[in-house]
């Protein structure tokens, strides 16, 4: 057995996790050499600028039906079980393991040592065992480095062990399919298998994450961006897929804290990551300059396909998928903060693209209605996002990311609420959807509006702005705005046919009241009094 790279020690291997009898190690390689391996082993190729692309395979998102937490003392009573956090056995995840153990007898892997959480207060140090030379470099990547100095005495907290050609089998591992990925919470370990998608690596820390800082630590763990102005004031912005939330804190004028994944402790709002993971369909630079500007050599891309004859990227195509991505170090980016810490936030928006063009492009929450609205986590998906989906349908994601939280998302909203309380943080639902009707008839609201509207927030020129009241929603919306055409303001006033707009705004309010009535029995009076009011 070989070990090649530095601060390397495979006995480690074999006293931490039980690893041994392999082939070649090769420990915290330069991307230099992660990306040489990668293209000496036919697993990738250099684009015109430089940027490594790969393919993940089959799997080209995450498998969310495929995730699991063990179930022993430390998680049975504090996970929020059901089709999300799915049960898994300690011995189911001993006999797992053991299996992949043996699968990597006398194969090469490559190992990582790096770390979660800008603020040192939460540091957790991570160690990845990777298959794959491109699976060690989206470490690199997307985690947190360490210095030389700091490899010297690593001690890692978690280990995560990845292995996309292994692949179980349901009826010996109790998996649902070949596919997985398990958490375990007292032997700190998450197994990878049978997927070679990079973001199940990325996203299993995040659960982690999501698991024990709000549990252990009261830090409120986000599935958000943050960024910082010129006077150091925070802002944060929640959002799923496809609403804007790596775009819209992408901002010239204000330097970038992280693009996905932070915490909110008692005085900061910290990073947990390194690096940035952003889609890359239809990406343009004028558009989004600095991910456009970042796709150089040491990024990755994923599973985009090349202008015939080329090596240059076509970022249109998306017939391999539309979750088309890029991974990048944090400092690929000119204007960010060292370290990836803010102070406490000033501004929160709560992105959602309504596809039926109910909601107003801006309006001001109370604290009452922002834990409603984070709880809730609206969005809607749109005709050609997925298959079978030919009309706008609704999305609800608890907290603006429920796929990765281990705990009832009443327990975040009240970390988010004790947040809120007493201080002058203003809250901002953006809807960068829908304007003047819905999908098909109405039309996309334009990217300048919203960053007008947003920068209008953080800059403080809407405090002394007249609000209006929206029915149903009960929204509070600005009747004027800096840059932004005043007619667009009052979703209802761009509708043609006032009727339809009421009856629409009706439907998706009481799909919000059907939705929340799962956290009911969780949720005290005064949020629940936040809904929607429906009419009759």
Not at 238 to 266: A, M, Y
Not at 347 to 356: E, M, Q, S, V
């Amino acid at each position: 057995m070989n070990e090649f790279g530095k601060q390397g020690n495979n006995t480690d291997l074999n006293t931490s996790i039980g690893l041994s009898n392999l082939g070649n190690v090769f420990w915290n390689l330069t991307p230099a050499e992660l990306v040489e391996d990668s293209i000496l082993s036919g697993e990738g190729m250099l684009t015109d600028t430089g940027a490594l692309a790969i393919e993940t395979g089959e799997f080209t998102g995450r498998s969310p039906k495929d995730r699991f937490i063990v179930c022993d003392a430390k998680t049975e009573d504090a996970v929020w079980w059901g089709d999300i956090n799915i049960k898994f056995s300690e011995a189911q995840f001993d006999a797992l393991y053991n299996r992949m153990k043996a699968y990597f007898n006398g194969k090469d892997l490559y190992v990582r040592d790096s770390y979660a959480c800008a603020d040192e207060e939460f540091k957790m140090n991570i160690r990845i065992v990777n298959e794959l030379p491109w699976g060690n470099m989206f470490a690199y990547n997307m985690f947190l480095r360490p210095t030389d100095e700091e490899l010297q005495n690593f001690l890692p907290d978690w280990h995560i062990v990845c292995a996309p050609n292994f692949h179980a089998d349901p009826e010996i591992d109790g998996t649902r399919q070949h596919n997985f990925a398990v958490l375990n919470f007292s032997k700190k370990m998450i197994l990878i298998g049978g997927t070679a998608y990079t973001g199940e690596i990325k996203k299993g820390i995040f659960s982690v994450l999501n698991f024990i800082l709000p549990h252990e630590k009261n830090v409120l763990s986000m599935h958000c961006s943050a960024n910082i102005g010129k006077d150091n004031d925070t802002a944060i912005f929640f959002g799923l897929s496809g609403t804007g939330k790596t775009t819209l804190s992408s901002d010239p004028d204000r330097r970038l804290i992280g693009d996905d994944e932070h915490g909110w402790s008692n005085n900061t709002v910290f990073n947990f990551e390194g690096g940035c993971y952003a889609k890359t369909i239809d990406l343009a630079a004028d558009k989004e300059p600095q991910i456009y500007g970042a796709i150089k050599f040491g990024a990755i891309l994923e599973n985009i396909v090349f202008k015939e004859g080329t090596a240059q990227p076509d970022y249109t195509d998306g017939s391999i998928t539309q979750n088309t991505r890029v991974s990048y170090p944090i400092d690929f980016i000119d204007n960010i903060v060292v370290p990836s810490i803010g102070a406490a936030p000033k501004n929160i928006f709560f992105l959602t693209a309504d596809a039926f063009g109910v909601l107003p492009p801006i309006s001001r929450l109370t604290k009452e209605q922002a834990m409603y609205h984070f709880m809730s986590g609206y969005t809607a998906k749109v005709a050609g996002t997925e298959m079978g989906i030919t009309e706008p349908s609704t999305t609800f994601s608890a907290c603006f990311g429920k796929a990765f939280l281990p705990l009832h998302p009443a327990k975040y909203a009240k970390l988010l609420g004790e947040k809120l309380e007493g201080t002058d943080i203003k809250v901002w639902l953006i809807n960068t959807g829908w304007s003047g009707g819905s999908y098909g008839t109405g039309s996309r609201m334009k990217l300048s509006y919203t960053r007008a509207m947003i920068t209008a927030a953080m800059n403080g020129k809407l405090d002394n702005v007249a609000f209006d009241n929206l029915p149903i929603f009960d929204l509070a919306i600005p009747t004027s705005c800096e840059g932004v055409p005043t007619e667009i303001l009052n979703p209802k006033e761009t509708w043609a046919d006032k009727s339809a707009y009421d009856e629409t705004a009706n439907n998706l309010a009481g799909q919000f009241v059907k939705n929340f009535s799962q956290y009911a029995e969780e949720t005290s009076a005064d949020i629940l009094a936040a809904a929607p009011k429906v009419m009759v």
